[in-house]
């Protein structure tokens, strides 16, 4: 391993120190080192016999080997953990930082907190799988048959933050059913008016919901039942 500058200037000091150079003008002299340099190391010299570092200087990490690798699990865990919540789980093994310590150490590691990148739930085979049950049903005759499907809207944008490193997370859009719901219909003859509900949609409320507009599926349908 190649010895640092510093590491380097100490071990040439050392051995003028031996060599019974032992003056820092006449160690300066022959290696143009800073005066406050040499100082320094003679005085090391006779205090130890040595000029090794010291080391240990600098302020102890607050955030121990064992701490990182506990905060890397919750992460895994939980990528959407803020940095509060970290410091409350660091805190109950007895590792008292704040959330400011937190977000600079997950920065140290590469890691970075932003809303993950929105995108469809359907995926390549979700939509070949579609493509085949209408060429397969193209000829069928739809006369009777009305179709109805329920989605939901977010009245507010997702602020839920993951940590990650190098690719930024992709969350995939669900049909969220904590919101507002809406269900319609159509069919040959048009479609069914809007149905809006806020509570969660099960088989029994699918069910009155159908109920509910059976008139008007069957004024839109009358001509064929």
């Known amino acids: 391993m190649v010895a640092s500058k510093q590491e380097s200037q100490r071990q040439m000091i050392l051995h003028f120190w031996k060599q019974g150079i032992r003056t820092a003008a006449e160690i300066h002299s022959l290696t143009k080192f800073p005066l406050k340099t040499i100082y320094r190391n003679l005085k090391k010299i006779e205090e130890t016999g040595d000029v090794k570092h010291k080391g240990g200087s600098g302020r102890i990490k607050?955030?121990?080997?064992?701490?990182?690798?506990a905060i890397g699990q919750y992460i895994r865990r939980n990528p959407t953990l803020s940095s509060v919540s970290i410091a409350e789980k660091l805190d109950?093994?007895?590792v008292n930082v704040s959330r400011?310590?937190?977000?600079?150490?997950?920065?140290?590691?590469?890691?970075?907190?932003?809303?993950p990148l929105s995108t469809p739930m359907l995926t390549s085979a979700h939509k070949q799988k579609r493509v085949e049950w209408a060429q397969k049903h193209k000829d069928d005759n739809w006369k009777n048959?009305?179709?109805?499907?329920?989605?939901?809207?977010?009245?507010?944008?997702?602020?839920?933050?993951?940590?990650?490193?190098?690719?930024?997370?992709?969350?995939p859009m669900p049909k969220d059913r904590s919101k507002i719901f809406a269900w319609g219909g159509f069919c040959v003859k048009g479609k069914t008016s809007l149905f809006c509900f806020r509570r969660i949609m099960d088989g029994k409320y699918y069910t009155e919901i159908l109920e509910k507009h059976i008139p008007e599926i069957r004024s839109m349908l009358r001509d064929e039942w």
């Open 145 to 171: 048959t009305l179709f109805s499907d329920e989605t939901s809207f977010r009245l507010f944008r997702n602020t839920i933050k993951h940590w990650y490193k190098n690719v930024r997370p992709i969350r």
């Open 92 to 94: 109950d093994i007895g």
């Open 100 to 115: 400011s310590t937190v977000s600079r150490h997950l920065a140290d590691l590469g890691y970075r907190n932003a809303l």
């Open 62 to 69: 607050k955030i121990t080997a064992d701490a990182s690798r």
